[in-house]
């Protein structure tokens, strides 16, 4: 996709933002540019890593979520408060690209099992069918083998039309290989581990029989099948290829790991160990993982934070240094949030609306209630702490809790939800600033 279409298409679901879309729109075309360059100017041009700015529920993890359905790319977020230095306990900040890896070799996976959906289902169909007819002997007449043939073939069509899927047949169930994919284990260990485990776990050598539904047997089946058909280690070492080349790791609460200079948090040296410790991987480094060694050198890395109670400068200098792309987010303001209530794509009116159909209540939100929230959102906003976007979930869940709870009386009926129902329920919570503290 084009930078263009991509800011197109994060426009249906996150509300301003321009110059955020902007950024990571173009950051995300160099990845497909890059790659389209001779091999010895691919080596040479380095990801623009991004540092994004902006208090909570202004869209930054939206974007995150956004770029990793839009894209084909290996794509995984992390939190950058669950890793300590190398020492402490917990997981150490390596473990981010193993995760990498294991998410490329995934994606990967599904890839190729949707290029061979064809031979899967047609392997399965012929196990199942070897079930419902058994083969016909060596030395078989012709006319053996004809009869057998018209039989299998109209056993092919119902199998398709899922006329059998109610029949009983007797599959044998593989037993899947042993993996551990802690990221957190070093690639040693886990090799270590999975050998220990093959030896001292009991593997008969027949497969257990079960007996299944056809319809079961069709799902149980693809696993066997996609290990029969799909070459693993082409797609391991294609997965570990694609991490190298066109990963992308997003670091969400990056200010989480910054030492504010008032000297508070200068007791907690994990703090700044992590920034050391996370410096190399960023600046380009070799990480061991199971399925061999990766180089970071070309992951692309966007990292997020508020920056509520420190500054983007409280990072150590090299760390910024390798975040030369900065973009600040806007807050956001009450047209903003109405904005996000009635334009995005599967906004949170429409999911209440979806929930509560299916109780047969045909909700609807006037114009002016709409409004109505947005005010109340962005005044609870003002009064006690800003969480941007996330007060809508907190302000809309209140207006209509009772009709959710209530909803087999509204079976069949319109519930409008209006400026004075919204008035109602939020005006005295808003203007009370110690309970609006409480419950919005």
């Known amino acids: 996709m084009t930078p263009r279409e991509i800011v197109s298409y994060l426009d249906e679901y996150i509300i301003g933002q321009k110059e955020a879309k902007k950024v990571v729109a173009i950051a995300l075309r160099n990845r497909y540019r890059r790659l389209q360059l001779p091999k010895e100017i691919q080596d040479e041009v380095m990801p623009k890593n991004i540092l994004m700015i902006g208090s909570t529920g202004v869209g930054k993890t939206e974007i995150a979520r956004r770029m990793a359905k839009i894209m084909g790319l290996p794509f995984i977020k992390v939190e950058a408060s669950k890793y300590t230095e190398v020492g402490f306990v917990g997981r150490d900040v390596e473990s981010m690209v193993r995760d990498l890896v294991v998410a490329s070799i995934n994606l990967v996976k599904e890839e190729h099992r949707k290029k061979n959906v064809q031979d899967i289902e047609k392997y399965v169909a012929n196990k199942i069918i070897e ?60 090799k270590v581990q999975e050998t220990i485990a093959k030896v001292f776990i009991a593997t008969p050598k027949d497969n257990p029989k079960k007996e299944v539904s056809v ?50 948090s200068r007791q907690d040296p994990s703090k700044e160990g992590v920034q050391r410790d996370l410096l190399p991987i960023v ?85 002016s209630a709409i409004k109505a929230l947005a005010h109340y959102s962005q005044v609870a ?33 319109e519930v409008e939800i209006t400026e004075d129902l919204v008035k109602g329920k939020l005006e005295s919570l808003v203007a009370d600033s110690d309970i609006a503290r409480y419950i919005l």
Do not use: C, W
């Open 131 to 190: 079930k419902l007819i058994p083969p016909l002997p060596k030395g078989a007449s012709e006319q053996k083998i004809e009869e057998y043939e018209n039989a299998s073939a109209k056993m092919r069509m119902k199998l398709k039309n899922g006329e059998i899927d109610h029949l009983k047949i007797e599959i044998e169930i593989p037993k899947r290989a042993f993996e551990i994919e802690d990221g957190n284990m070093p690639a040693e260990f886990a």
């Open 381 to 413: 906003n003002e009064k006690t702490e800003d969480i941007g976007a996330r007060r809508l979930h907190t302000v809309v869940e209140q207006v209509i809790e009772d009709i959710s709870f209530e909803a087999e009386n509204y079976q069949g009926k």
């Open 283 to 367: 600046e380009g480094s070799v990480v061991n993982t199971k399925y061999g060694s990766i180089k970071t050198d070309h992951i692309l890395f966007i990292a997020a934070g508020a920056f509520s109670l420190s500054k983007p400068s409280d990072l150590i200098a090299e760390l910024q240094g390798r975040f030369p792309l900065r973009v600040e987010l806007d807050s956001l303001d009450e047209d903003t949030l109405y904005k996000i209530l009635t334009q995005t794509k599967n906004s949170i009116l429409r999911q209440y609306e979806a929930l509560l159909s299916v109780e047969d209540v045909k909700l609807h939100f006037s114009d």
């Open 215 to 264: 319809k079961e047997a069709k799902e149980l089946l693809k696993t066997e099948a996609s290990e029969a058909l799909l070459d693993m280690d082409a797609i391991k070492h294609e997965g570990v290829k694609r991490a190298e080349s066109s990963g992308i790791i997003f670091i969400d609460e990056i200010d989480k790991v910054a030492v504010s200079g008032n000297g508070q």
